[in-house]
């Protein structure tokens, strides 16, 4: 198991240095680098069936929903089925001051992940609904809401309609 731990670690080039602990009978392995890996947090290209949920600190909202996103990400990119938009930096959702190297934005996290595998919605999208002002001013308004990324896609879902024209409508 020691080696398989070592050869894991190696494989996504990280350092893994084996110790003795206080007692000299116990071995700790300390990773020197940040071990999340590169897209969006959720995966890396050289262990693609690996994936991190939860793992990202938004500066407002809830982990749940992202980790919800987080997951059909995945699950789509299992698939073969993400188009990552790759722009030269960091990526635009990244929290300004940099306090924790995994904090991102909220609202824009969730949209350029569900815009990987075209869930978030586009206006096209909005006006097919039987409210589509209100559904427009819901999505506007209500940030990343998990609903309004379950309105296309392969996990869209007659139920998050009614939520974004009725619950969400009024909440916002």
Known sequence: ?????????????????????SKGDAKKYRIEEDYLPSEHFIA??????????GFVRPNVGAIPPMSELQVMWWLERMQGRVNMIT???????????????YGVDYGNYMHRVA?????APTLSTLAKSDHPLKALYTYCIGQSMISLFRLQGRYKSDTCWDIVNGGLWRVC
């Not at 050869?7 to 996504?12: G, S, V």
């Not at 890396?44 to 949920?53: A, D, N, Q, V, Y």
């Not at 815009?115 to 869930?119: I, K, Q, S, T, V």
């Open 1 to 21: 198991l020691d080696e398989t731990i070592r050869m894991d670690f190696q494989r996504e080039s990280l350092q893994a240095k084996e110790s003795l602990g």
């Open 44 to 53: 890396s290209r050289t262990r693609p069936r690996l994936g991190f949920i």
């Open 87 to 101: 722009k030269a930096g960091s990526p635009s959702y990244m929290v300004l001051g940099r306090k924790y190297p």
């Open 115 to 119: 815009e990987d595998f075209d869930a």
